[in-house]
Every structure is written in C-alpha cells, then in structure tokens.
C-alpha cells in the first residue's frame, strides 16, 4: 500500500473517516483544520497516492515535561539534562479509519510522527517524544514499540528520542 504524509488542509475529504474512538473521529472532523491555524500543533493526514481521501492522522506539538515525573531509568540516565523540565514533542492523536486496521497504516503513521520529532530535534529541542493513551488497546500499540510507562500518569508513555533515534535506526 501506498500512503503519503501531508499537512491536513481543507481540500482533504475528512467526512468519511471514521475508527474506534469517536473523540478522535469528531476531532478530524471537527477542530483539526483549526489547530494549526491557531499556532497549536501540526496536524497531518495520510492519503493513498493521488488521492485526497483521509486514510489516517496524526497531531504533533511542542510541550514540555517535568523531570519529576520522568521514568527513573531516563533520569539517570547520563544524556539527560539535569534542568528542572525537558523539551519533548506530545504526540497528542492518532488514528486510521476502520476500514484500514490491521494494514500497517497504524505503524506508519507513528513512524512518521517519530522521525519528524526526530528531524526537528536539534532545530527546536525534543528529548523524548510523550504520546496520550486513550485505552488500553492504544497503550498495547505503543508499549509494543517501546513506549514506557510514566510513573503517576498512567495516560501518556514517553520514549527517549536516543531510543527512537536507535529504533528507527537514523
Ligand atoms: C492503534 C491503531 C492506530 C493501530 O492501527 P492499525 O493500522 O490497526 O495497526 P497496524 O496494522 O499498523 O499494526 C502494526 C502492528 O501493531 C500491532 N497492533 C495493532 N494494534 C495493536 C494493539 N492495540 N495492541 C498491540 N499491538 C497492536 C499489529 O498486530 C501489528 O503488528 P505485526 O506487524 O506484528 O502484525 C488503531 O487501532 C487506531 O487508530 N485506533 C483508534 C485510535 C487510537 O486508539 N489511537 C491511539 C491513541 S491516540
């Protein structure tokens, strides 16, 4: 299958899109157009090749996180700065629509989420990449590509960008 990655504009077809998570739907329907508009985060949509019909999306921004509340083993680890927060990008949603699951399209569009974090880190600041888990089907899907848990908030997982960096092997 070929999909392609582009920012989310008003001449994508978004009325047809439809997963398990009817927030998530409602967002692509509704406020994704407006997110960017307002300076609040990239919003981006996966299309077949030559086609406008969304396929999947995902929404990425910039946030920072507290080292407080950081796994242990990130900080001590050696790499981490010691500042009281840290940069990160907050990959706030993704979903493909229902009729794509189980095609990989899932897994693609993280791969596309993670490697622009990764591209912008030195540029902009990111030293792990945060994602929300909306249920636990989610946080299997992000656990399974190794996203850890952070203590005390059981709805987001982090992922070092070293370990991103080494995953996706750039
Ligand atoms: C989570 C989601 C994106 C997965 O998308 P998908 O296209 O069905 O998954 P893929 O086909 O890309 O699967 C890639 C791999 O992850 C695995 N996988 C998929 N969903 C999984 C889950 N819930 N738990 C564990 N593994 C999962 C697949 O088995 C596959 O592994 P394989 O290659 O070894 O067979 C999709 O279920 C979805 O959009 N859900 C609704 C929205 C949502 O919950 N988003 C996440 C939180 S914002």
Same mark, same amino acid.
């Given at each position: 299958m070929e999909w392609i990655i582009e920012p989310l504009d008003k001449t994508h077809d978004r009325a047809a899109f439809s997963c398990e998570e009817l927030g998530l739907t409602r967002f692509l329907q509704g406020q994704a157009l407006e997110d960017p508009q307002r300076l609040l985060g990239g919003v981006y949509a996966a299309c077949e090749? @030559?086609?406008?019909?969304?396929?999947g999306y995902y929404a990425i921004s910039s946030y920072l996180i507290a080292r407080s509340i950081m796994p242990k083993e990130v900080k001590q680890?050696?790499?981490?700065?010691?500042?009281e927060s840290s940069p990160v990008f907050l990959l706030g949603r993704l979903a493909r629509s229902?009729?794509?699951? @189980?095609?990989g399209l899932g897994e693609f569009l993280l791969v596309s989420a993670l490697t622009r974090a990764s591209l912008h880190a030195e540029s902009l600041g990111c030293t792990a990449v945060v994602v929300d888990t909306i249920s636990e089907p989610a946080r299997n899907f992000y656990h399974r590509y190794g996203f850890m848990d952070i203590p005390d908030d059981k709805d987001r997982l982090y992922m070092t960008m070293l370990a991103i960096r080494a995953s996706l092997r750039l």
């Open positions: 090749s @030559g086609s406008k019909h969304v396929c680890h050696p790499s981490m700065p010691r500042y229902i009729e794509w699951k @189980g095609k």
